[in-house]
């Protein structure tokens, strides 16, 4: 077996592992509120991590380009509550015109 399926191997058994701690730790057993607090907010704080690293991130720099005027107006229609849809292809179309403009 070569070094890469070794890796690949003990995060799939460490994956399957932490997936499978919660069920039988709780056991069916609501979780205490400060944890389904914190869990709730896990998924926004990730998401817009994301959406900074892949905004900001250029290899190991930050970097101000198009991408910036995309999300901008993305974030400026969800404020005036437009539908999904609409947010992404605005932004799309903002971040590509920029792209050819600039």
Same mark, same amino acid.
């Given at each position: ?9 003990? @995060? ?5 592992? $932490?997936?499978? $701690?919660?069920? *039988? ?7 205490? =509120?400060?944890?389904?607090?914190? $869990? =709730?907010?896990?998924?926004? !704080?990730?998401?817009?991590?994301? *959406? ?13 380009? =198009?991408?910036?005027?995309? @999300?901008?107006? !993305? !974030? $400026? ?9 609409? @947010? @992404?292809?605005? !932004? ?11």
């Amino acid at each position: 077996m070569s070094q890469t399926w070794l890796v690949v191997t003990l @995060v799939g058994a460490g994956t399957i592992a $932490i997936k499978a $701690i919660g069920p *039988v730790l709780l056991g069916g057993r609501p979780l205490p =509120e400060g944890l389904s607090r914190v $869990i =709730e907010l896990l998924a926004p !704080a990730l998401l817009g991590a994301l *959406v900074a690293v892949q905004t900001f991130g250029n290899g190991q720099a930050l970097a101000v380009d =198009e991408r910036v005027l995309g @999300v901008a107006v !993305a !974030a $400026i229609a969800i404020w005036r509550k437009a539908p999904l849809l609409l @947010v @992404v292809i605005l !932004a799309t179309v903002t971040t590509a015109l920029a792209r050819a403009l600039l």
